[in-house]
């Protein structure tokens, strides 16, 4: 699990590194520079290709100095560099750097307030303006700096942060930033980079190892952490010689209505495929052709069963495509305490009933996306406060909260969010929460605990979609996902 600091972590990260290591600033400039260009070589491998690269005068447009000299060093040509001095401050690094880049055939011009800024031709832009200390919208010179490169519509790579970014905090809606095509970052992701509000401002990052102290970074306090691959590895069990379908639990999906039972056959493929021991359903009768045909491994459970089976179960999920079946929701809350996964109209049953969102069991897994999260808990102005608003309730309620999205959000009850990183664009379909529901389920009858089973069903759920478009799939169907997980499963024990 990778922590995910804040930019004065970082800064204290930096100066550390700089004082333990015995390593002067203008050195970690230098390694932070050449990995920046590694990664624009990689973007942009011919060198006739003409760069523009911004800078301001603190040290993130150091940075753009030294990564301007070693592009040209490794063959760039056609480099340029625009310096703007809208204030008087200046780094000692960057000053440093302005003067090893005279030494340069590369062409440096300095603009001051107010100076006319010429037509920006150059196929690619840098921007090495500001980086993440800023905490205030841009103004000024450095909103007509930052508009100027926008309309010139080019290719442009940021420099750690896109200018005017927050690293943390709320992004507020009208706070204009430099339209980054990619983002380079240094060491670590910057936390804004997972809401949904910096799509405004890039499109891609990747993260580069600058050198900075691992070992200081892990010991810093941080409430969010990246999951990252080896978490899954760690947490998955492999399945062993000598057991049964009895070993790997069983599963109860509460689903569907005469006219929604795709989303319960959804859930219940996810369960089977996710590996399950075994997977009932309680559905409509209407529906059981369907299951039937669709999956014949998984059993059946009417409503008028459900009380006395109810404890044959190791784990139940209950709401996709529900309906008006959710008015059997209070009733179930006292059949036992074991955890629930909670989705879609169950999700929708809960808003505004506080009390019988108090009743869930402890460590329940909800699961909603933004407009359920809203119903459930009130409207939220932007991402971050809904976050904040998410690990509340998840410490009050003790559950967890699955809070989906392009990254997901994993709100522990202890306060702490897991970001998983896996999943596309590709997956943008009806049902997928569905499946999502069917993972969880399985995973918690499999014997995992709450937290271990909402973090393996969202990297892996994640991760067979990735699998897809990797093959060259442009839409990922739902039907196809589930396909796609036992593969995907067996390659996280790897």
Request: a negative charge; one cysteine or more; charged letters at 15%.
């Amino acid at each position: 699990m990778n922590s995910i600091l804040t930019s004065a972590q970082m800064r204290l990260a930096d100066q550390h590194t700089i004082e333990v290591i015995s390593i002067a600033s203008i050195d970690l400039m230098e390694q932070a520079s050449s990995a920046f260009v590694t990664a624009v070589m990689q973007l942009y491998p011919d060198k006739n290709t003409s760069i523009l690269v911004c800078c301001g005068t603190g040290n993130n447009g150091g940075d753009g100095l030294a990564i301007a000299r070693l592009l040209q060093v490794r063959g760039y040509d056609a480099i340029t560099v625009w310096i703007a001095r809208f204030n008087s401050y200046e780094s000692d690094d960057f000053a440093f750097n302005l003067s090893r880049l005279y030494h340069t055939p590369i062409a440096v011009t300095e603009f001051f307030p107010a100076d006319q800024l010429p037509d920006i031709h150059q196929h690619v832009v840098i921007d090495a303006l500001l980086g993440s200390g800023l905490n205030k919208p841009l103004e000024g010179d450095w909103l007509r700096m930052a508009r100027h490169i926008n309309q010139a519509n080019r290719q442009t790579v940021a420099v750690d942060i896109p200018s005017g970014l927050r690293a943390d905090g709320a992004i507020l809606e009208g706070e204009y930033t430099v339209r980054a095509h990619d983002v380079v970052t240094f060491q670590r992701p910057k936390l804004s980079f997972f809401f949904p509000e910096s799509a405004n401002s890039m499109d891609a990052f990747q993260v580069v190892d600058i050198g900075l102290d691992e070992d200081f970074i892990e010991s810093l306090p941080s409430d969010f952490g990246l999951v990252e691959a080896a978490d899954i590895q760690r947490i998955y069990r492999k399945r062993k010689p000598f057991s049964h379908k009895g070993t790997y639990g069983r599963a109860l999906i509460i689903a569907g209505s005469t006219d929604t039972m795709g989303a319960a056959l959804l859930s219940c493929g996810a369960s089977l495929y996710s590996g399950a021991g075994l997977t009932s359903a309680c559905i409509p009768k209407e529906g059981l052709v369907a299951l039937n045909a669709s999956h014949p491994e998984v059993m059946y459970c009417s409503w008028a069963d459900l009380p006395e089976a109810w404890g044959s179960f190791d784990a139940v999920g209950i709401g996709p495509g529900l309906g008006k079946a959710c008015d059997n929701l209070p009733t179930i809350l006292t059949y036992s305490s074991k955890p629930l996964v909670v989705d879609a109209d169950a999700l929708s049953f809960l808003g505004g009933k506080t009390a019988l969102l108090k009743q869930l069991p402890l460590h329940s897994i909800l699961t909603p996306h933004m407009k359920e999260y809203d119903r459930l808990f009130g409207t939220h102005g932007n991402w971050w406060d809904r976050v904040q608003s998410a690990r509340e309730q998840a410490v009050a309620l003790q559950v967890i909260i699955v809070l989906k999205n392009r990254y997901t959000f994993i709100l522990l009850p202890d306060g702490t969010v897991r970001i998983n990183p896996t999943g596309n664009p590709a997956m943008a379909s009806g049902g997928m929460g569905d499946v999502l529901t069917g993972m969880l389920v399985s995973f918690l009858a499999q014997g995992y605990d709450p937290q271990e089973a909402a973090v393996l069903a969202c990297y892996l759920h994640g991760a067979a979609g990735n699998q897809l478009v990797a093959e060259g799939m442009a839409v990922v169907p739902p039907s196809r996902l589930i396909a796609e997980l036992p593969r995907t499963i067996a390659s996280a024990g790897i």
